[in-house]
């Protein structure tokens, strides 16, 4: 018999007849695989677990709610990405690139987790020897925490049933297999096939279920976003390599609010959680110099600082180069144009260096106002008072727009000590605030810049 092939996209799963550069569905380029068609035949795993429970429809009356049971993990960043702990009998998929620190966060939770529950941690990446002596580096003093280095899902089903975990970490789902298909580990169908066992494990016997995957741009494996479907919660753990600051967020959650982050700093022993991020992202700030101001964004519903900083420098070629870190490129150059032509500053002279501190990407417009002004202040070689933040949207017209949540940033830039705060005159009547926060209010950045440089 001939196999048959199909083909299909590691970026969302995504099946196509035949092969082609972007995918349709989700517009990924170079994600397309190809791979033996799945086979019709249920696998035994999958099946053999629910063949004895036929379930029946119930009048909704009938159906019990009770609580979700929910359990802390020992890390508050993490339990509030969750929506106030781990649900019991949910399972949470945990992505992230390679070497940003997945299985680190997950085995530094298995010491608060061992106090209360017995723990499987099944890896597919290294030996129990080399966890053993990670989990040593954490400090993690597992009683109940049991090691397994397994990639076989029967074997793995196997042990879960012999040992009763009340929760299982599996590191990681790209390299799970089961036997009976004849794909490849980390391939779309073993991928899937696992994630739908995993996730019976979870609803029927009430364990609770944290998976690893690993997101990776190549493609050559299957991603999370193609289980995002399938499973209770998806977190994504993000950051820079050579940062050591580690925000996760929510993409999808059954149990609780999506717009939550955490954030985490990755040092010697482990991931720190960082309660005041703000306080993090303003450390060791250069006082009276030119070009940095500071802003407030909204990372999901918390308000953070932020520093941005600009360098404004006569260019020596044809065209001026220009480079941002941290903030859109486009926008950079949109707001250089809007400085010149509305602000009156021949920037077009100018190289522009745009950088972002503490690896965060600041994609809101309301950290407009205060790049304008990390611009000017660069330009004009004179520093932006330092307790002094800028909270605004630009138009085109140079004009400020009002913002968001305007009262709980003003609260958190007056927690961190500033007195005075720029924003757009129309920010609203009733608005709340702080005692010992002067709010400036300008219409224009003319008006802005004349404030305060
Ligand atoms: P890891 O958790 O293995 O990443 P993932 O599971 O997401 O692939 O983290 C690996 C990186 O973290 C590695 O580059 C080393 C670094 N690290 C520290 O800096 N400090 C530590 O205490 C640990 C355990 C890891
Ligand atoms: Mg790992």
Redesign the pocket.
Known sequence: MKSKTMFYCTECGNELPKWAGQCPACKAWNTIVEQPAETKRRSAVSAGETRHSVSRPKPMAEVETGQELRFETGMRELDRVLGGGAVQGSLVLVG??????????M?QICDHLCRFAKVLYVSG?ESERQIKL?AD??HVQGTQLYLQAETNLEDILESVRELKPDILIV??IQTLYNGELSAAPGSIGQVKDCTMALMQLAKGQGVTVFV?G?VNKEGSIAGPKVLEHMVDCVLY?EGE?QNSYRILRAAKNRFGATNEIGVFE??????REVPNPSEMLLAGRPQDTPGTCVTCVMEGVRPVLAEVQALLAPTSFNVPRRTANGFDFNRTNLLLAVLEKRGGLMVSTCDAYINVIGGLFLDEPAADLAMIIAMASSFRDKPVPGDLAAVGEVGLTGELRSVNALGQRLSEVHRLGFTKCLVPARAGGKLEVPDGLQLIKVRNIREALAAII
């Open positions: 992230g690139a390679p070497g940003i620190g997945k299985s680190t966060l085995l990446e990670r580096r954490l590191d990681s690893i690993h753990f390599q990755m040092g010697d022993s482990g991931l």
